[in-house]
């Protein structure tokens, strides 16, 4: 039922609209317009329109760069993992985060449920279901009017000589851009990691946690899940409550990881310092938290525990897979486990030849790997495999001056994190991460476009005074 009090999603656009307007929100459009061979150029191509694109978008749009294309490969509705692959019936994050508001009050998620559902609905809320997430998202994408292409993926970044990108994609032709920003999510830079015994084995055996899985051909069936996280809890509680038989959740560690360490520590300080830190600093902080693991949250773990036919196994490492008798069997420490189907629920990795958009710039793009050397016992293959991103996001050359085009690439996206912190991959500080992202571009135009602005300068002839402010008997000649 629905609350008394709540305005309604109209009066809160109209509120936002005034916030906009009193704060002189968007800035007035002030990049030249380029072109090339007749061709319009676009200012920025994100490439994602997802919940990092759409914050992108608008905090450029409100420095005043609204020369931008969003592309999206998802249909309109589906970017992202919300109701996709994500399988969590909640978000982890505490519902009152501003996310993406960019610092606008009416922007944030708590205003959007509030004007609908009214403030004791919002008191009575335990955490934000996922779909209603998305269904926020598509709201944020509507009243700021982000003009997501969906269906169009980029397929290939191709640098010009004249200092452009060219974007091909595959439903939008080719779009020639100064810059681009990959808010291309999660996997942006490769995508599921799976252990290689798994890669002889028939598919109907097995899925990633990120893939489309039928869990309604699992009822009465065996499954086993491996790994800790909260997508592994999810999917195991997914096919539990699709009725599999029994649920094996199979992890390496000898116990659950119970504390959140990075997001535990979460403040401004974090948010605007992290980027500051010497290397050594940043690696020491991600090694601590990624050794610790985040925990799979509290209330995934209990749908799944709740179960009697759930079983934990701790210590418990896949050694090997083996197909026999249209079955299954899992080698572990603790003996052969034989089920109908597994879910690798075993997270993403940074790899290169995984993303063809960027098959003609990848062997040039730095990462830590090349410059840094962990502390001695630090070592962590997953911060190694980390692009090293120059304070706007960019991209960096591992031979200075072999790929200068690196420089116009923007990865906003989950790997930026040993970088930037934790600015892309998560709700808590995606407005901090995009207005980084939107000064940085806007300082680039405004120094590459410093003639054209000189010269509007120089120009500008509008004046303040008319000349009439001085009665002629005042004037110098007057005393005389
Ligand atoms: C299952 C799951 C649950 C999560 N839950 C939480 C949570 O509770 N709280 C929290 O703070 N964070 C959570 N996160 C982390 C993070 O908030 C999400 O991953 C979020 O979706 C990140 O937004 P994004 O825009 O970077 O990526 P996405 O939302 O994944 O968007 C990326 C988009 O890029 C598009 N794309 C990729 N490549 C191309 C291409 N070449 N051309 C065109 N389009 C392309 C994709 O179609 C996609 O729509 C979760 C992540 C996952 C995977």
Redo the contacts with the bound molecule.
Sequence with gaps: MQDPTPNGLAALEARLRQDLEWLELPGKPWVPRREAEGAPVTDVVI?????????AHAALRLMGIDNTRV????PKG?????VT????E????PKA?A?PALGLPALTFRAWFTAQFGAEAWERLG??P?GQ?MEYLGWYRRVMAVPVENG????LLRPRADGLLAVE?DAAGTILARRVV???????LGGRYVPEMAEGIDRRFWAH??DAIDFAALRGKRVAVVGAG??AM?NAATALEAGCARLDLLVRRAKLPAINKFTGIGSQGVVHGFAALPDEWKWRFLHHALSEQTPP?RDSTLRVSRHPHAHLHLSCPVLGLEEADGALRVSTPEGVLEVDFIIFGTG?RVSLAD???LALVADQIRFWSDRFTPPDGLAQPELESSPDLAPDFAFQEKVPGACPALALIHC???PSTLSHGKL?????A?SAGAQRLARAITRHFFVEDREAHFARLQDYATPELLGDEWPAAQMAGALA
């Design positions: 490439v994602g329109g997802g919940m990092c694109g759409l914050a592309l999206d490969r998802a589906q970017e992202g993992p919300w692959y994500a399988r969590m909640t978000l982890r994050s985060l996310g955490k934000i996922r997430w169009v993926a980029a397929t994609t990959l808010a291309s999510g999660r996997d942006g946690s990120r909260a997508s999810d949250p993403f993303r063809p958009e906003f996206n989950y892309t991959g998560d709700i808590p995606v």
